[in-house]
């Protein structure tokens, strides 16, 4: 559900929650404070979520908007999720398009915790990110 709210393909909204990549992040972000809150310290909190839609055309459209859930905006939001005490990210794919292209092979996935982890800025505390 909370991938829905993500993707630009299935979030159409136009209130908090819609359109820009903050607000389509809202809920995940809550969600993840939320339940930081909840649990004490001791306790870590998991955060799995889709790095793609695998859609055809890409992340960006040719002026630049995002059209699908992509890498570059699952790294915003797992730096976000991060600094609100996220511990671990498990990253996956999925996809919101029928016309999805995945061409599957043993580790196709790894490159996007790869490329998430690297992204990852210096200041924040060591955080666990695997496929």
Known sequence: MLHNFL?????????AYGSSLE?????????????RNLLPPHKAVFLRISATDWH?????????????????????????????GVNLVDVSTGGN?????????PGYQTGFAETIKQSIKSDVRKVSIST
Not at 7 to 15: C, G
Not at 23 to 35: C, F, G, S, Y
Not at 97 to 105: E, F, L, M
């Open 23 to 35: 607000a389509r992040m809202k809920l995940t972000l809550d969600m993840v404070e939320l339940t």
């Open 56 to 84: 055809p055309q890409g992340e960006k459209d040719g002026q630049g908007n995002y059209i699908s859930w992509g890498i570059e905006q699952s790294k915003v939001l797992v730096q976000e999720a991060i600094t609100r």
């Open 97 to 105: 398009d029928i016309n999805q292209k995945i061409t599957v092979h």
């Open 7 to 15: 993707s630009p393909l299935s979030n159409q909204r136009s209130d």
